[in-house]
C-alpha cells in the first residue's frame, strides 16, 4: 500500500513542508522504518531523470527515518539501492 510521507523544517528562518507518497515501506520487528521503495514505469530513464529519482527516494528515507531505500524499474526490472543522506555535522 502507499504511504504517505511529509516533514517541516526551518530553512533560513522559513518553515518549508515537504510532502510524499512512497509506494511501499517495510518496517523492522519493532515497527520501525526499514526500506522505503518506489516503483517506476520508465522504459529507459535517462541520468538526469534517475538523478532526480535518488533524491526524491532518499527525501522519503529522510522523512521516514527508514535505512535505505530501492528504486525499481518495473519494465527493466533493475532495483536500484538508494543510502541515507550523510548527516550534517556541525564544526567544532
Not at 13 to 37: C, F, K, N, W, Y
Given at each position: 500500500?502507499?504511504?504517505?510521507?511529509?516533514?517541516?523544517?526551518t530553512?533560513?528562518?522559513?518553515?518549508?513542508?515537504?510532502?510524499?507518497?512512497?509506494?511501499?515501506?517495510?518496517?523492522?520487528?519493532?515497527?520501525?522504518?526499514?526500506?522505503?521503495?518506489?516503483?517506476k514505469?520508465?522504459?529507459?530513464?535517462?541520468?538526469?531523470?534517475?538523478?532526480?529519482?535518488?533524491?526524491?527516494?532518499?527525501?522519503?528515507?529522510?522523512?521516514?527515518?527508514?535505512?535505505?531505500?530501492?528504486?525499481?524499474?518495473?519494465?527493466?526490472?533493475?532495483?536500484?539501492?538508494?543510502?541515507?543522506?550523510?548527516?550534517?555535522?556541525?564544526?567544532?
Amino acid at each position: 500500500a502507499e504511504f504517505p510521507v511529509f516533514t517541516i523544517r526551518t530553512e533560513k528562518d522559513e518553515e518549508v513542508a515537504t510532502s510524499g507518497i512512497a509506494d511501499a515501506l517495510t518496517l523492522t520487528a519493532d515497527s520501525r522504518p526499514a526500506v522505503v521503495v518506489d516503483w517506476k514505469s520508465d522504459v529507459a530513464p535517462d541520468p538526469q531523470t534517475l538523478d532526480h529519482y535518488r533524491a526524491q527516494v532518499r527525501a522519503y528515507i529522510d522523512m521516514t527515518g527508514a535505512e535505505r531505500g530501492l528504486i525499481v524499474l518495473m519494465t527493466s526490472g533493475a532495483v536500484i539501492p538508494v543510502q541515507p543522506a550523510d548527516p550534517i555535522i556541525p564544526p567544532f
